[in-house]
T-cell receptor, first 112, second 116 residues
Framework: QQQVKQSPQSLIVQKGGISIINCAYE??????FPWYQQFPGKGPALLIA?????SEKKEGRFTISFNKSAKQFSLHIMDSQPGDSATYFC???????????FGKGTSLLVTP | NAGVMQNPRHLVRRRGQEARLRCSPM?????VYWYRQLPEEGLKFMVY????????ESGMPKERFSAEFPKEGPSILRIQQVVRGDSAAYFC??????????????FGQGTRLTVV
């Protein structure tokens, strides 16, 4: 079954707006939560990642918010740009396993 | 400093043929992971290998699929007697030797397999 649930499936945002993608998980053993960005025909590339000891991590225009009690985490893209148009995947893994468990992805389109 | 190299980028096979997908990890990386991505789906873990060892193959179908990572040369994902349902993008990722298992894995550009 899908261990990480991601929403929305697709998102359209105007240039300069905020893009928000949400993920939820059930496995409390997960302790590493990365976000990947994938352009068509390319492999996923790590964007930003967080561990449960912090509630927020910011890198440039990208911020992860993490709510451990709700078992949810989200990606915020501030001042969204057309070049941010891509598919975004959240993922989770635990220290006892080797697999990254991916969400189904969000297709983001930033309009000029 | 090349990234993870996968070849071929595109592979077309007829039903019943064999598909061989190759992955050369980043320099200095000895941990390799294979993932499969179906259309409109996220990536699904298949197998995790270190040099000459399969560490976790819990995501691999029990039949027709095998993987190896020899002492010399690339990692190979082999699919025997391919069926239409095997059509997907197959991604390889690698990570350095002496890090925790959940540290960044670098992905290749994938091999897109089409079974006709």
């Amino acid at each position: 079954q899908q261990q990480v649930k991601q929403s929305p499936q697709s998102l359209i945002v105007q240039k300069g707006g905020i893009s928000i993608i949400n993920c939820a998980y059930e496995n409390t053993a997960f302790d590493y939560f990365p976000w990947y960005q994938q352009f068509p025909g390319k492999g996923p590339a790590l964007l930003i990642a967080i561990r449960p000891d912090v509630s927020e991590k910011k890198e440039g225009r990208f911020t992860i918010s993490f709510n451990k009690s709700a078992k949810q985490f989200s990606l915020h893209i501030m001042d969204s740009q057309p070049g941010d148009s891509a598919t975004y995947f959240c993922a989770a893994s635990s220290n006892s396993g080797y697999a990254l468990n991916f969400g189904k992805g969000t297709s983001l389109l930033v309009t000029p | 400093n090349a990234g993870v190299m996968q070849n071929p980028r595109h592979l077309v096979r007829r039903r019943g043929q064999e598909a061989r997908l190759r992955c050369s990890p980043m320099k200095g990386h000895s941990h390799v992971y294979w993932y499969r991505q179906l259309p409109e789906e996220g990536l699904k873990f298949m197998v995790y290998l270190q040099k000459e060892n399969i560490i976790d193959e819990s995501g691999m179908p029990k039949e027709r699929f095998s993987a190896e990572f020899p002492k010399e040369g690339p990692s190979i994902l082999r699919i025997q007697q391919v069926v239409r349902g095997d059509s997907a993008a197959y991604f390889c990722a690698s990570s350095p030797l002496n890090v925790q298992s959940n540290t960044e894995a670098f992905f290749g550009q994938g091999t897109r397999l089409t079974v006709v």
